[in-house]
């Protein structure tokens, strides 16, 4: 740290040298012609011409009466070549009192070095911004993960297999758009802040609204507005939005964090399957090129068809537990407890039957797999199969061992879903804060009629880690929530 200061000492004096020759330190306009990766990916036609770019200085090297830089922007860097007899004893001695990190615009000419290397020989140089604190140490660059994720800033600066995370990210959330739109979804925006948290079992953060005098949820789901949109008659929509839950945080988990979610009047949970598989293979073949990616050692194929499991075949499957031999609760929590899982007395066979699912499937599943037909205990707003009422058409996806996709054939009987409400309530008063909240007006919704519906909920964040090969979800989150540094 007293390294640090005096670096900055430095720094300041350099700014006060500039003020009193009169150059502004803290520049204003300049118009950029090329970026650094339009110069060298355009070098044949734009060799011998001008250009202006701007950026960060990353390197420098001074020679006497010539020196070269690095200059950094977005793309990634390029060389500039400032020798004193094109600039002047002025910009080159300013030149000379700069330091890395200063952000600088130049124009000049584009031409190659004796050693090959793409570069710009400047004939002026413009002062945009001093930079009073040096940036990490050269070699190490920044490397402390907790640093890295508090001082975002400087992690895209230092670190560039960072920001391409971030552009990847970015052009992921276009092409879901461009999916979507193109077969007639209206993308829609519905209230952060609800009277009621419902849509997910998820415990909620809790603000105050001082004028209705009244306490409300910031959403946990988008679900239940979204359905009444299908019930004001836009049967398709959908909604990518910031979500927030008050859980822990991990690789897995953020409180905040994005989801898509769309739904389709008269389709079903088997529409919501082929339209899940098809658009991560259009996403992936848009963001990186192929449908053949690798995440963690593990190589992916996103290319449908996907295979398709129930729950109770996947259990069977991969712990040797039959659930259909299993009819009791008792039965299911003895047969849990002979795998070494600890389940509570008095726990319900569905609840019972995700644990064992939980445990001994879902960190399996590392080809994209979907797994149907969850228990009604734990799917509240997914309509019950007609064959077996004690399961729901709902589904979801995996991929690398983790859920990302959730999808039901929505739940549109009023009737049925007070019911199942009621019992959420119940456990609620039991002590689970994740319990569904009783949601009045959406009944009420339903009352007038819901089309039948399939909806899906996408995990846009943890798409965005297996499309980049990152392992944790605050890799791919430009400002993940962080414990409150200690000084």
Not at 342 to 355: L, S, T, V, Y
Request: glycine letters at 8%.
């Amino acid at each position: 740290m007293e390294a640090e200061n005096d670096l900055m000492a430095v720094r300041l004096e350099k700014l006060h040298q500039l003020q009193e020759a009169g150059i502004e330190p803290y520049g204003g306009r300049f118009e950029v012609t090329h970026s650094t990766a339009a110069i060298r990916e355009g070098f044949e036609e734009l060799e011998g011409q001008e250009v202006a770019l701007a950026g960060r200085l990353r390197a420098i090297r001074s020679h006497g009466k010539a020196s070269f830089a690095d200059l950094q922007d977005r793309e990634g860097r390029l060389q500039l070549y400032i020798r004193l007899d094109n600039v002047g004893p002025g910009i080159y001695e300013l030149f000379q009192k700069l330091d890395i990190g200063d952000i600088i615009g130049v124009r000049g000419k584009v031409f190659r070095t004796h050693r090959g290397e793409i570069s710009v020989e400047v004939h002026q140089l413009t002062l945009l911004c001093k930079s009073l604190r040096p940036l990490p140490e050269k070699w190490h660059g920044l490397k402390d993960v907790d640093l890295r994720y508090r001082q975002r800033y400087l992690d895209l600066i230092v670190n560039p297999e960072v920001k391409q995370v971030f552009i990847t990210r970015a052009r992921i959330i276009r092409a879901i758009r461009s999916f979507l739109d193109s077969r007639g979804f209206l993308e829609v925006e519905t209230p952060t802040m609800h009277p009621i948290a419902g849509g997910a079992a998820a415990r909620p953060f809790i603000t105050h609204h001082n004028a209705l005098d009244i306490d409300l949820y910031l959403r946990i789901a988008l679900e239940l507005h979204l359905k009444r949109l299908l019930v004001g008659g836009l049967e398709k929509v959908y909604e990518m939005g910031r979500i927030f839950r008050n859980e822990g945080i991990s690789t897995k988990h953020n409180p905040e964090f994005t989801m898509l979610e769309l739904y389709q009047a008269y389709a079903d949970y088997y529409v919501m399957m082929d339209l899940l598989e098809e658009m991560i293979a259009f996403v992936a073949r848009e963001a990186v090129g192929t449908t053949v990616v690798t995440y963690q050692g593990d190589r992916l194929d996103l290319t449908p068809p996907w295979p398709r499991l129930t729950m109770l075949e996947a259990i069977k499957k991969y712990s040797g537990l039959d659930f259909d031999q299993l009819p009791t609760a008792e039965d299911a929590r003895r047969a849990a407890i002979s795998l070494g899982l600890e389940i509570e007395p008095g726990m319900e066979r569905g609840k019972i039957i995700n644990e064992v699912f939980e445990a001994t499937v879902e960190p399996r599943l590392i080809q994209p797999t979907f797994i149907l037909d969850y228990p009604v205990a734990i799917s509240p707003l997914a309509k019950r199969k007609k064959e077996n009422p004690g399961f729901t058409y709902r589904f979801e996806a995996f991929i690398a061992g983790r859920e990302l996709a959730n999808a039901f054939s929505e739940l549109n009987d009023p009737i049925d879903q007070r019911r199942r409400f009621e019992a959420q309530m119940a456990e609620r008063a039991a002590g689970d804060e994740e319990a569904h909240m009783m949601d009045e007006d959406f009944l009420q919704a339903l009352e007038y009629g819901m089309p039948p519906a399939g909806g899906m909920g996408v995990g846009i964040d943890r798409l965005v880690m297996v499309l980049t090969d990152s392992p944790s979800i605050r890799d791919v989150i430009l400002f993940p929530t962080m414990r409150p540094k200690e000084e």
